[in-house]
């Protein structure tokens, strides 16, 4: 079967690999239909995921239906279309006996420590697997997943209508975490350097937003809270100086979020945190949300329609990826589509 690896920073390659054998009793064989390319795919790529380990066969956002079953699967079934889960944890570890698998001692992501969705088969066990809603396509579907995303750092917030949130970043993060966060009832302020990015979120809920190359905006967020500051602030910039500036922003007794993987070092004091009594709280991958995001959509509080710019064959993945680079105003989700036979 064909897959694509990065075999090394800089180096993707169209490999052909071996198609998995259903070993486990509990796994599932998914034929791939469609895999999102994320920022993090493209970090991986360009060697600045700290995380990553070569050569990989990349991709977490892992959309398929599945052609085969073990002996001991009892929730699905042969034809089912699925997304799969990426995290992979121990179910040992403090992290995992507290119910925090994402961040479990030995974590192994699919797609960045081990192997993910950019190849035509994938074996998992069954309970990695959730049925997608029947009136979403499969490319779209990829778009659960960064939805769990945004659902986990409002979860880890403690997000709720009381709330005034700020979102630094109005690019794919903060997109998918403002249509979540505006499920809570919360006021939300956007941020973000771009005009068009911000007019976009207003219509997608925002309520108010600031454009940071024009205003300051510690300075805005505190006008429109009466001065008193966001209770909630979530960093979905992750830039070198995006957690001083939400430090600073956020009011007394709030919450600020951090989701960025930068080893860039930044200053911050502790008087800012203990004079107003922050919690700092990261935000890592998702804890379980797919089944969270999937009854969103069938519920019909979230539409994930429309949020598909381009698709490519993984065939043409390189492209693809050279196209991601291009930077193009266009570019909304690219995703990977697999032929069908
Ligand atoms: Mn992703
Ligand atoms: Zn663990």
Known sequence: MKAIQIVRPGELRLIEMEKPVLTEKDNVLIKMTAAGICGSDMGIYHGTNAAATYPRVIGHEMVGVIEEVGAGVTHLKVGDRVIVDQVVSCGHCYACRIGRGNVCGSLRVRGVHIDGGYREYMAVPEHDCYLLPKTLPDTEAVMIEPTTIAIQSCSRAGLCEDDTLLILGCGALG?????????????????????????????????????????????????????????????????????????????????????????????????VITSKELDVRGSRLQNKKFQTAIDLINEGKLDLAGTISHTFPLEKAQEAFDFMDSKDKSIRKVVLTFEEE
């Open 175 to 271: 997109s998918s975490i403002l249509k979540i966060a505006r499920l809570s009832g919360a006021r939300i302020i956007v941020a973000d350097m771009v005009e068009e990015k911000l007019q976009e979120a207003l219509k997608n809920g925002a309520d108010y937003a600031v454009n940071i190359q024009k205003q300051d905006v510690v300075e805005q967020a505190k006008k429109l809270t009466e001065g008193y500051g966001p209770t909630v602030s979530i960093d979905a910039a992750c830039t070198k100086d995006s957690l001083l500036t939400l430090l600073n922003a956020t009011g007394n007794a709030g919450r600020v979020m951090t989701m960025g993987f930068s080893v860039a070092p930044t200053e911050v004091n502790q008087y």
